[in-house]
């Protein structure tokens, strides 16, 4: 079988960021101020009117929840709706993740820690979305102590479901130093921003480092599959009997947590694909 890698190319990926930080250091100003923000309060958090103001200021929009399905509903929408938006802000994520904690263990309950891996599934759901989303996304938590061998004293981390950060390029912790507001680089997969910088924070600077014509351009809406494709779909698999496992790899190749969150494009090929096995089934017992 012939080779199939490919020399890879270069690509204006979106931003996707965690930024933590204590209580009162900037993390939801610094955000903010990046372009045409969507900002889903999850602490109620931003009613206060000089948030308002940057928001109005930056061509905004503010949408308030603390619950996991109505989060996860907003970012479907933003995903698959054409809109003016630029920069998905979730601050913090860490209220919305107790919620899901809250609603698993009332489906689970919370022995051996079951209501964890309850969670778990439904988290991947928000990081598909959000992995998908032609938007950049900005995400807050609360800090935490990171203790290390001996209870060493690490530094801070974020809040918030193990594994969080995996979804990030970059992970900020937002300072206050004096009068300045400063980020230190923890984790990053972007040249420009070396692990363990410390640089004056500011949208201006991310956008000098990381490329101002990607944070700023529009963001393309992908188109989701109909419910009469879900609904096809659905019924192929079972005429197909298409294994559990290979539906899971689909999924996961689609980035989908479920049939109606596959591409239109993608939903069309599967359901040709399950036609044409079908049809080669059928003309082989005939």
Request: aromatic letters at 8%; proline letters at 3%; zero cysteines.
């Amino acid at each position: 079988m012939a080779l199939r890698g490919k020399k890879p190319e270069p690509k204006d990926k979106r931003l996707k960021a965690l930024f933590i930080g204590a209580a009162g250091v900037g993390k939801t100003t610094a955000a903010i101020n990046f372009p045409r923000p969507y900002l889903i309060d999850t602490e109620r958090g931003a009613e206060n009117d000089q948030y308002g103001k940057i928001i109005v200021d930056r061509g905004g929009a503010l949408f308030q929840t603390s619950d996991f399905d109505e989060m996860v509903a907003e970012v479907k929408s933003l995903l698959s709706e054409p809109h003016e938006y630029r920069t998905l802000i979730i601050d913090p994520i860490t209220t919305v993740y107790d919620d899901l904690l809250d609603k698993a263990a009332g489906r689970v309950g919370t022995d051996f820690g079951r209501h964890y891996g309850e969670a778990k599934k439904q988290w991947k759901q928000l990081y598909n979305l959000l992995n998908r989303l032609d938007m950049n996304v900005i995400v807050t938590s609360h800090a935490k102590k990171l203790y290390g061998e001996n209870f060493a004293d690490k530094g801070n981390t974020f809040d918030g479901p193990k594994g969080l950060d995996y979804l990030f390029d970059l992970v900020f912790e937002i300072q206050r130093r004096g009068a300045k507001r400063v980020g230190l680089v923890h984790k990053t997969r972007v040249e420009r921003f070396p692990e363990g910088d410390v640089f004056p924070f500011s949208y201006d600077e991310v956008a000098d480092r990381y490329g101002r014509d990607v944070l700023e351009r529009e963001a393309v809406a992908i188109a989701l599959a109909t419910e009469d494709q879900a609904a096809e779909i659905r019924a192929l698999i079972v005429e197909a009997e298409i294994p559990i496992e290979s539906q899971q790899k689909w999924l996961e190749k689609a980035q989908a947590s479920g049939w109606s969150e596959v591409a239109a494009d993608q939903a069309g090929k599967i359901i040709a694909h399950l036609q044409a096995q079908i049809a080669a089934r059928k003309a082989g017992v005939s």
